[in-house]
């Protein structure tokens, strides 16, 4: 069963463009990571934002995290044709294996 | 090899026959999980392993599904009596278990299993 809900499911925006995706989750966690995955398949590790951070940065990509409406935001900025992908965000609960409950992803389009 | 790998990447079977899945995770990660990913249910964890200690089984389906890693590296997971249903990506991961860095796990390409 799936942890929470992203939004929007789709997108669709202009090279240059900033993206953002919504994640929330239903229960407590350790961390809440973004994935991204072309093609139906493999999926690459984005960024980790740990529940005691707020914000976190990685090059054009910038995560929030706010646990008290258990959510989380990926922005992509100044996007590019290549960040064409399904993202999605994928939580680690408390006291866990280190399993990911992923959520249902968000397709994004770039036009070029 | 510098990723985690899978085979087949795709594979066709009827239903009813039994099917194996291969992973080779990063060498000397020593956790391993089996994901699946299906039109319907989205990607759900099915399987984790940690050395050896005893695998996380929650997220099987039913008993048709099992899975084993040998020597604690190389992870087989086997689905027996196939259904229609059970046709999804099938993903492998893993990830150290020790020092900085050990929360991100590293997907391999995935097996496309299509049940006829």
């Known amino acids: 069963s799936q942890q929470g809900e992203e939004d929007p499911q789709a997108l669709s925006i202009q090279e240059g463009e900033n993206a953002t995706m919504n994640c929330s989750y239903k229960?407590?966690?350790?961390?809440l990571q973004w994935y991204r995955q072309n093609s139906g398949r493999g999926l690459v590790h984005l960024i980790l934002?740990?529940?005691?951070?707020r914000e976190k940065h990685s090059g054009r990509l910038r995560v929030t995290l706010d646990t008290s409406k258990k959510s989380s935001s990926l922005l992509i900025t100044a996007s590019r044709a290549a960040d064409t992908a399904s993202y999605f965000c994928?939580?680690?609960?408390?006291?866990?294996?280190?399993?990911?409950?992923f959520g249902q992803g968000t397709t994004l389009q770039v036009k070029p | 090899g510098a990723g985690v790998s899978q085979s087949p990447s795709n594979k066709v079977t009827e239903k009813g026959k039994d099917v194996e899945l291969r992973c080779d995770p990063i060498s000397g990660h020593t956790a391993l999980y089996w994901y699946r990913q299906s039109l319907g249910q989205g990607l759900e964890f099915l399987i984790y392993f940690q050395g050896n200690s005893a695998p996380d089984k929650s997220g099987l389906p039913s008993d048709r599904f099992s899975a084993e890693r040998t020597g604690g590296s190389v992870s087989t997971l086997t689905i027996q009596r196939t259904q229609q249903e059970d046709s999804a990506v099938y993903l492998c991961a893993s990830r150290f278990t020790s020092g900085r860095g050990t929360d991100t796990q590293y997907f391999g390409p995935g097996t496309r299993l299509t049940v006829l």
């Open positions: 994928a939580t680690v609960r408390s006291g866990n294996t280190g399993k990911l409950i």
């Open positions: 229960t407590s966690i350790n961390n």
């Open positions: 934002i740990r529940s005691n951070e």
